[in-house]
């Protein structure tokens, strides 16, 4: 059975800093971009960042770009997301994904599997 499993969540002070681990189980996992997306109550799923299958390429969000880092290790079926300068609208449930067709997309569509979402509370 595949397994996405999130965490690393909890409580930060906006401009604090968290690492948001995802342990994958069941797939080959170096064949499969990985990304991060979020939800907040209310709100749609929105992308956050994707990396590539080797790590060599990574996509962000604009809300993002500069305060967060995607990054995987391969050897431990785990894909990483930095998260620095938090602020209160970062605060949302965090789900990590895996896509086979390795494109590191935007798109939730893309991806077949689903972590089971760690929360982040960014207070101000």
């Known amino acids: 059975q595949v397994q996405l499993v999130g965490s690393g969540g909890g409580l930060a002070q906006a401009g604090g800093s968290l690492r948001l681990s995802c342990a994958a189980s069941g797939l080959t996992f170096h064949t499969y971009a990985m990304a991060w997306f979020r939800q907040a109550p209310g709100k749609e799923r929105d992308f956050v960042a994707a990396?590539?299958?080797?790590?060599?390429?990574?996509n962000y969000a604009d809300s993002v770009k500069g305060r967060f880092t995607i990054s995987r290790d391969n050897a431990k079926n785990t894909v990483y997301l930095q998260m620095n300068s938090l602020k209160p609208e970062d605060t949302a449930v965090y789900y990590c994904?895996?896509?086979?067709?390795?494109?590191?997309?935007?798109?939730?569509?893309?991806?077949?599997?689903w972590g089971q979402g760690t929360q982040v509370t960014v207070s101000s």
């Open positions: 990396i590539t299958r080797s790590g060599t390429n990574t």
């Open positions: 994904a895996a896509d086979l067709w390795g494109r590191a997309s935007f798109s939730l569509s893309s991806y077949d599997y």
